[in-house]
């Protein structure tokens, strides 16, 4: 099946600095990515939809200048939280979908687990 | 908007034997799909089974099945011959054709007992 990884898989960072996390579909082309966030025992929520070549699609309640999306390829989307702060701490996970007419199935990553400190 | 309702928080079963885990969900859409996945420990997301709205025929994995009740609006996830690996949390989902995006249920975390 396909592929989808992320990195890094875990990383604590201070109040106040950026982070930066990687989706990479590796055996497939993926138009379209997207962004979830998740909390201990609680479900993804889907924070934005990235499209390569153009500009995310943030869900309501997400602030795009904090968590800025850049799809600079077909295989390659990053997500960046800047000036990071405790409660941005979660587990981000991405998945991408095949860019294949009719494709419906998401493949996801195996998560990024994001600490501040 | 489409919204997916997973009742049960939580359930238990003993290794062997089987297990009954509803969905429902509400939508005006006739064309979508419905999914279960599966998040173990490790929290990587993985697909168990999948559902075309447009077949009647209810999807079947192995161990697992599926009971779609279009009408009803029901999804149901079945495992049989429980497994101590099948212990996670299990997310129905819900894909709009149309809108190219996912909505998920709350989750139930499954626990399978020795």
């Known amino acids: 099946g396909a592929v989808v990884s992320q990195h890094p898989s875990w990383v604590i960072c201070k109040s106040g600095t950026s982070v930066k996390i990687e989706c990479r579909s590796l055996?497939?082309?993926?138009?379209?990515m997207f962004w979830y966030r998740q909390f201990p025992k609680q479900s993804l929520m889907l924070m934005a939809t990235?499209?390569?070549?153009?500009?995310?699609?943030?869900e309501q309640g997400v602030e795009k200048d904090k968590f800025l999306i850049n799809h600079a390829s077909l295989t390659l989307s990053t997500l960046t939280v800047t000036s990071a702060h405790p409660e941005d701490s979660s587990f981000y996970i991405c998945?991408?979908?095949?860019?294949?007419?009719?494709?419906?199935?998401?493949?996801f990553g195996p998560g990024t687990r994001l600490t501040v400190t | 908007a489409q919204t997916v309702t997973q009742s049960q928080p939580e359930m238990s079963v003993q290794e062997a034997e089987t297990v009954t885990l509803s969905c429902t969900y509400d939508?005006?859409?006739?064309?979508?799909?419905l999914f279960w996945y599966k998040q173990p420990p490790s929290r990587q997301m993985i697909l168990v089974i999948r559902?075309?709205?447009?077949?009647?025929q209810n999807a079947t994995e192995n161990r697992f099945s599926v009971n779609f009740q279009k009408a009803a609006k029901s999804f149901s996830l079945k495992i049989s011959d429980s497994q101590l690996g099948d212990t996670a949390m299990y997310f129905c989902?819900?894909?709009?054709?149309?809108?190219?995006?996912?909505?998920f249920g709350d989750g139930t975390t499954l626990t399978v007992k020795p």
């Open positions: 055996d497939f082309q993926a138009t379209t």
């Open positions: 559902q075309e709205a447009y077949k009647q």
């Open positions: 989902a819900f894909l709009n054709t149309n809108a190219g995006k996912s909505t």
């Open positions: 998945s991408a979908r095949e860019d294949l007419a009719g494709a419906d199935e998401q493949y």
């Open positions: 939508t005006s859409e006739s064309n979508y799909y």
């Open positions: 990235s499209n390569e070549g153009s500009k995310a699609t943030y």
